[in-house]
């Protein structure tokens, strides 16, 4: 599997601003489709965002116009950036990686983004 480490999370206020990072410790075939979830206990984790080798990018209704998935494929890594942020984006963001849409996906080991009102 895909080694994912990410980072970049944080405290911020209400509409702040973070940049999340991942680097991944193979390129492709296995990062093909790179992306980002979110968790908050008791629920269970949610798309946030992905973003293909090739560009194209896919984004949850709740994020579209406020977040902004990227890639440096030279560097294996996938970023997300964070604008206009609210209390309810709090949650811990996991980065994945997978050869295709049906493919099991590697994880990384998350990291705590807070949002305080």
């Known amino acids: 599997q895909v080694q994912l480490v990410e980072s970049g999370g944080g405290l911020v206020q209400v509409g702040g601003s973070l940049r999340l990072s991942c680097v991944a410790s193979?390129?492709?075939?296995?990062?093909?489709?790179m992306g980002w979830y979110r968790q908050v206990p008791g629920r269970q984790r949610e798309f946030v965002a992905t973003a293909t080798r090739g560009g194209t990018t896919n984004y949850a209704d709740s994020v579209k116009g406020r977040f902004t998935i990227s890639r440096d494929n030279a560097k294996n890594t996938v970023y997300l950036q964070m604008n206009s942020l609210k209390p309810e984006d709090t949650a811990v963001y996991y980065c994945?990686?997978?050869?295709?849409?049906?493919?099991?996906?590697?994880w990384g080991q998350g990291t705590q983004v807070t949002v305080s009102s």
């Open positions: 193979e390129s492709a075939p296995e990062t093909a489709m």
């Open positions: 994945n990686a997978k050869r295709h849409p049906f493919a099991v996906a590697s």
